[in-house]
């Protein structure tokens, strides 16, 4: 049975935290392929400067160009409205019934897992991969396979913030994700 991690959210925008947690996860658990799934709109956040659909897909595209074993999933970008992870995990397995789906989350989304829509039924659906993060409590009662990775306190806030005072991004961008940013005037970069 193929082996897929499924790494979710807004990717906006993505950062290197983004890629080791889906690395650490695809090593850990030896993983077909991980896929990248932005949401169309995520039901736990929505920010005023929030880079378009579109943009997002992009620079997750650029951001996973370089590695064989990251791939795009955009059926929540399909389905459109606001991006259940129960809703969506029903469609790919209807999609694909002989894939094993781990549905990759971090410390924040461990400790609020009890608040997801249908979680009672989600959690019998796929196997959630938690990776814990500084300052979370990453526990729940529910099952979660925890992989020992290194913890990055890093966010899409942080770079948000940095880059509308025009900090320093290196090394915290995936090779291509600034200058696109930059490119397209988002996050204030106009």
């Known amino acids: 049975m193929k082996k897929v991690g499924i790494i979710g959210g807004t990717f906006n925008p993505p950062h290197i935290g983004h890629l080791i947690m889906a690395n650490e ?8 392929e991980v896929r990248f799934m932005p949401n169309a709109i995520a039901p ?15 620079m997750v ?16 970008l399909a389905l459109g409205g606001v991006s259940y992870t129960y809703n969506t995990i029903v469609e790919l397995l209807k999609r694909e019934p002989d ?3 781990y549905f990759i989350i971090g410390g924040d989304m461990i400790d609020s897992l009890h608040t997801w829509y249908k979680i009672d039924e989600l959690v019998r659906l796929v196997q959630f991969v938690g990776l814990k993060r500084p300052g979370t409590k990453s526990a ?10 290194p913890e ?21 961008l995936p090779d ?9 005037g988002l996050y204030g970069t106009r």
């Open 140 to 149: 729940t009662t529910y099952d979660v396979k925890i992989v020992e990775a």
């Open 25 to 32: 996860a695809f090593d850990a658990l030896s993983l077909d």
């Open 99 to 101: 894939v094993q789906f």
């Open 44 to 58: 736990h956040k929505q920010l005023a400067d929030d880079a378009s659909m579109e943009n997002r897909l992009e």
């Open 176 to 184: 291509g994700v600034e200058s696109y940013i930059r490119r397209e």
């Open 61 to 76: 595209k650029i951001a996973i160009k370089p590695y064989e074993h990251f791939k795009i999933e955009t059926i929540e």
């Open 152 to 172: 990055i306190d890093l966010s899409s806030t942080l770079i948000r913030g940095r880059l509308k005072t025009g900090s320093t991004l290196q090394f915290l």
